[in-house]
C-alpha cells in the first residue's frame, strides 16, 4: 500500500509564519509496504487520481488493458478539481487560515489597545490644560489690539474691564515666568504676571491688586492668578492683557500680538 500524506512539522505553534514555512515546504512522506516495489514517478502521480475517474478510465472497452497517456491527461485534470483536494492539504490550509485568523485578531487587538492608549493619552494632556477659561469672567472689552487713542503707538493687548478685586484666571496651562512687580514690563504694567505655554507662547496680566501665584508655579486652565486693580500706568480698575509669540520678551510691547486668535484657538470668544 502506498500512502502519501503532508507532513506539516511546526502546525502546533500558533505562528502564522511558522505555519506559511510549514506548509510552503512539505514533508512528504511515503509508506511503502516491504513486499511492495517502491512505485515509479508515474505511478505516484497516477495515485493522485480519485477512484471514481480512475474507474471510469478503466471500464472505457478501448482503454481496458492499459491507461493511454491522454486518459491519464484527462484525469490528472479532474483531480486536479477543487472537490479532489488532498484531505491533508485541506488540513493544512484550514489550520493555516485558522493561525492567520487568530493573527489577524491578535493585530486588531494590538490596534484597539493602541488607540485605547492614544486615547487615554489625549485625556491626560487635556486634563492638564485645564479648562480653558476666560482671564476675567465677567467684564467689558475697554480697549481691544490696535486699537489708537490714549497710547503711545497703539493699543498692545486688551483691556478686560472689571472692578478691582475681580478674580484673573489663566486661560490654559503654562508655567510662571514672572509674578510681582519690576523687571522688563515693571515702568507700566504695576504687578503682573507672565505666563510661558507649551508652544512658547507667553501671556502677561498687568495692573494686578494682587497676585495669587509665584514664579517657577506650574498653572493649569482656570488656576486663579490674583485679581485685578490699577497698578502701574492705569486709569481704572481693568486687566491689560498681551499674548507674546515665542521668543519674544513680555514687556517689549510692540512685539506683542494680538490676544484674539490665541483666545480663539482656546475656544474663547471675548
Ligand atoms: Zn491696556
Redesign the pocket.
Known amino acids: 500500500m502506498l500512502g502519501l500524506g503532508v507532513a506539516a512539522s511546526g502546525l502546533s505553534t500558533s505562528s502564522a509564519q511558522d505555519l506559511q514555512a510549514a506548509v510552503s515546504s512539505p514533508t512528504v512522506v511515503t509508506t511503502v509496504t516491504p513486499d511492495v516495489k517502491q512505485p515509479s514517478a508515474f505511478q505516484r502521480d497516477a495515485s493522485t487520481i480519485s477512484r471514481s475517474s480512475f474507474r471510469a478510465a478503466l471500464t472505457t472497452p478501448s482503454e481496458a488493458d492499459g491507461l493511454a497517456p491522454s486518459t491519464l491527461a484527462q484525469a490528472a485534470e479532474v483531480a486536479a478539481e477543487p472537490g479532489e483536494v488532498d484531505p491533508q492539504a485541506a488540513k493544512a490550509r484550514t489550520a493555516l487560515l485558522k493561525a492567520e485568523n487568530a493573527a489577524a485578531d491578535k493585530r486588531s487587538e494590538k490596534l484597539e489597545k493602541k488607540r485605547a492608549a492614544a486615547k487615554k493619552k489625549a485625556e491626560a494632556a487635556k486634563r492638564a490644560l485645564g479648562k480653558s477659561t476666560m482671564p476675567v469672567k465677567h467684564y467689558s472689552i475697554?480697549?481691544r489690539f490696535g486699537d489708537v487713542g490714549a497710547?503711545a503707538r497703539y493699543?498692545?493687548?486688551?483691556?478686560f474691564s472689571a472692578p478691582v478685586g475681580t478674580t484673573i484666571y489663566a486661560p490654559t496651562a503654562g508655567v510662571v515666568e514672572h509674578a510681582g512687580s519690576g523687571g522688563e514690563a515693571g515702568g507700566w504694567a504695576g504687578n503682573y504676571v507672565v505666563l510661558k505655554h507649551a508652544d512658547g507662547t507667553q501671556t502677561l496680566y498687568?495692573?494686578m491688586s494682587s497676585i495669587s501665584v509665584k514664579a517657577g508655579e506650574r498653572v493649569t486652565g482656570s488656576t486663579k492668578l490674583g485679581h485685578v486693580g490699577m497698578t502701574g500706568r492705569?486709569f481704572g480698575p481693568?486687566l491689560?492683557?498681551?499674548v507674546y509669540p515665542a521668543g519674544t520678551t513680555p514687556g517689549d510691547v510692540y512685539k506683542a500680538t494680538n490676544p484674539q486668535p490665541w483666545l480663539n484657538k482656546l475656544g474663547l470668544k471675548p
Open positions: 475697554a480697549a497710547w493699543h498692545t493687548g486688551f483691556d498687568a495692573h492705569s481693568h491689560h492683557f498681551e
